[in-house]
């Protein structure tokens, strides 16, 4: 090995595979996240605008969160502030941040009437002196809290619905607990080695990738798709005394010699599921003896994960039930769940809904 790696060889690019080369020529066309609202709102004029301007406040916190946590080892914002949230865990310096930074992005720009957030026990209704917008905003501000210090990657999911009650008036609890299928518009921010935002409004599933040297998204990964089968699975093994005999089955039949499936868990839902949604995988997060209805949140973990998964082909459920046709009945109403590509997701839940049967 040269102690001078030499630069790739011109002919090398050449050799650069399809996909690549239109990836680049995506990049170097300069389609920025800006565009493709621009475009969409083109599509939908009765949005008024207020959709674009929803997407563009989303787009303006996910930067400043990204860049807080990419110094935040070099700010002091490792570790928790003292205060346990309503799950019960210690909030973590930049739990709060990311919640602050979504709430103040969002609240003035007259396009969200309610918030509804992990990190804070009830919704946040616009104030008065803001005008009650068209759309109500769900999120996890920073999923994955446990990673953080260890500079593991940590993400922000949310999902966006159109309100029930009429625009201008006060909104409601009623306007917030609303079943997935009316969802109109999902994504999450991954904060890792870069930070990319995966959207869909409802037309496919896009990848932008942040520049921080402009402060642009760009987009990177058009029309993201679920292949129907895959060969890898993530789950937290350290649960298994807690699996049915259904569940613990399928596990192990996965991992009997010669079924060529890997195993991949990073403990942060939105990396995981980053990576399953790129590259193919199953999650999977039944209930445990710790958490029988399910550790992760049905409104601003699973229906916006199963809104991009089914929008990119794939499936979601809670083990009996699809995942976008339940309705949460409280804002940290719990589930469990099971993620990816169609396949081994319908095979998984086929088995669990049977054991139930029997
Ligand atoms: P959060 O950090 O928002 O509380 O979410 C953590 C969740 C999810 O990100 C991850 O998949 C899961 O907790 C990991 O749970 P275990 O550590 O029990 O596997
Ligand atoms: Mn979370
Ligand atoms: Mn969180």
Redesign the pocket.
């Known amino acids: 090995m040269s102690e001078h790696p030499t630069a790739p060889e011109a002919h090398e690019d050449a050799a650069m595979p399809p996909e690549g080369r239109r990836r680049l020529e995506q990049f170097e066309e300069g389609i920025t996240l800006d565009r493709f609202i621009t475009e969409t709102a083109q599509a939908h004029p009765e949005n008024k605008g207020k959709f674009s301007a929803l997407l563009r406040q989303i787009s303006l916190a996910s930067r400043l969160v990204s860049a807080r946590v990419n110094r935040a080892g070099l700010l002091g914002m490792f570790g928790d502030t003292g205060d346990v949230n309503v799950?019960g865990?210690f909030v973590q310096k930049l739990d709060e941040y990311a919640n602050n930074a979504f709430k103040r992005a969002l609240d003035h720009a007259g396009c969200v009437c309610a918030i509804a957030s992990?990190e804070d026990e009830g919704p946040y209704y616009v104030p008065e002196r803001f005008h009650s917008g068209r759309y109500v905003f769900c999120m996890?501000p920073?999923?994955?809290?446990?990673n953080i210090d260890v500079n593991a990657t940590i993400g922000t999911i949310f999902a966006v619905y159109r309100r029930q009650s009429p625009e201008g008036t006060p909104a409601s609890i009623d306007d917030i607990l609303r079943p997935g299928t009316e969802i109109v518009a999902a994504g999450y921010v991954v904060y890792g080695s870069g930070t990319m935002m995966v959207l869909s409004t409802g037309e496919g599933v896009n990848g932008f990738t942040l520049d921080p040297s402009v402060g642009e998204f760009f987009l990177s990964h058009p029309d993201i798709r679920l292949k129907p089968e895959c060969k890898l699975y993530s789950v937290?093994e350290g649960y298994a005394s807690s699996w049915t005999p259904a569940f613990r089955g399928w596990i192990e039949g996965v991992k009997a010699p010669g079924q060529g499936w890997s195993q991949r868990y990073i403990?942060?839902?939105?990396a995981?599921f980053h990576r399953n949604l790129l590259k193919g995988g199953i999650f999977l997060?039944p209930p445990t003896k710790k958490n029988p209805e399910g550790?992760?949140r049905l409104l601003y973990?699973a229906l916006p994960l199963a809104f991009l998964a089914e929008q990119a082909g794939g499936a979601a459920t809670n083990g009996h039930q699809r995942i976008l046709e339940l309705c949460p009945d409280a804002l940290h109403a719990r589930t469990g769940l099971i993620i990816g590509n169609s396949g081994p997701v319908e095979e998984v839940t086929a088995l669990l809904r049977a054991e139930l049967r029997s």
């Open positions: 799950q865990e992990e996890d920073l999923d994955g809290s446990s937290n403990g942060s839902l939105v995981d997060y550790k992760l973990e």
